[in-house]
């Protein structure tokens, strides 16, 4: 008897400790993920439920109403990836940013299995359309190289966020693509060469480094005339080779492109001019390039194009980036899905 319930004792001890078993992300990020809140687990050693990111997002039921958290255990995992609209609330979750890798290695001017170019959209490594995707510690690349546009990230969905992934591209590295869509992107790494952040959506890059490879325009906004928001930069980095002297910080994409830097470091290798117009003289007044608080040695604003601006006290209490997320509903994501799945500070 005394045998039997020392075995019992010694099975739910087993038990609660499954149950308090955690995913624990690499030294630098700063998640560690309860067992009880994953679903499903990627692995390509086979220890999860899937090899494959695709066969774990297939899986997720369609217009599900609750989020699904999905972990994927470090590994390349070379894959063109696809979120459909149906795909909703979903969160993929890395074990390590610099060893969770996504990677494609498509290129606008590769051709379909029509004899067709596949185009910059065609491109793209992994698209984003169900709404409220969240990413974590996961690196998406094109591998393609400096053969012109090819797209690691190209994300319509709106309300979508990464918190601390990286973007590893050259030309057009991201493409926030759906005019509708708001985007935020918290402690990540982009690099890439020309326009490597480009699209019509709005976004929020939150304390992010911004690594240029090239001399070359960082940013392509396409903001539509009636957006009121396109793209800003809070509190980044922005970094570049040894070689790069001499970046823009963006030009106009579309006619009505708006850009704001605040309070960002901004390295030597910025030009003093600051902004391009895309050989576009019309584009210098419909389009809204401006600056606030920036600091470093490329944010000396003494010989920006006179078109830019420096935000005044009232425009910036605009620029913020709840003002800028929220939207009619409202949306908020340091209350909303960061707080529910990471130790947002």
């Known amino acids: 008897m005394k045998n039997i319930k020392l075995l019992a004792l010694f099975i739910l001890f087993s038990f609660q400790t499954l149950l308090a078993q955690t995913f624990t992300t690499g030294a630098n990020e700063k998640t560690t ?22 066969a774990a997002i297939n899986a997720v039921p369609d217009y599900r109403k609750k989020r699904t958290n999905i972990f994927v255990k470090n590994g390349v995992y070379n894959e063109k990836l696809i979120l459909p609209a149906s795909k909703q ?27 067709e170019e596949i185009g910059t959209s065609g491109s793209a490594t992994f698209y984003v359309y169900g709404r409220d995707f969240y990413a974590e510690n996961i690196t998406f690349q094109n591998s393609a190289g400096p053969v012109g546009q090819a797209v690691a990230a190209h994300v319509s969905a709106d309300r979508s966020v990464f918190f601390n992934c990286r973007f590893l591209g050259f030309q057009d590295t ?21 326009d490597f952040i480009f699209g019509w959506s709005t976004a929020v890059f939150d304390e992010c480094v911004i690594h240029s490879l090239k001399e070359s325009y960082i940013t392509a906004a396409s903001t539509l005339q009636n957006t009121k928001y396109g793209y800003l930069f809070y509190k980044c980095k922005l970094t570049a080779e040894p070689t790069v002297k001499m970046m823009y910080l963006g030009r106009p994409w579309r006619n009505y492109a708006k850009t704001v830097f605040r309070e960002c470091e901004l390295g030597a290798h910025i030009r003093p001019e600051g902004w391009h117009n895309w050989n576009k003289p019309v584009a ?11 600091y470093g040695p490329g944010a000396d604003i003494a010989k920006r194009v006179k078109w830019s601006q420096q935000l005044t006290k009232k425009q910036a209490a605009e620029w913020t980036v709840e003002n800028v997320l929220k939207g009619d509903d409202g949306w908020n994501p340091a209350e909303g899905v960061l707080k529910e799945i990471v130790n947002f500070k």
């Open 33 to 54: 993920v309860l067992m009880d809140s994953i679903h499903l687990v990627v692995a390509q050693d086979g220890s999860g439920n899937f090899t494959t990111l695709q």
């Open 89 to 115: 609330l979903v969160s993929l979750i890395g074990e390590s940013v610099d060893k969770t890798i996504i990677t494609y290695g498509d290129w606008a001017q590769k051709k379909s299995i029509f004899g």
């Open 174 to 194: 991201l493409f926030t693509y759906a005019d509708n869509s708001r985007q935020y992107y918290k402690n990540c790494y982009i690099e890439g060469t020309t």
């Open 284 to 294: 210098e007044k419909t389009s809204f390039y401006a600056e606030y608080g920036n």
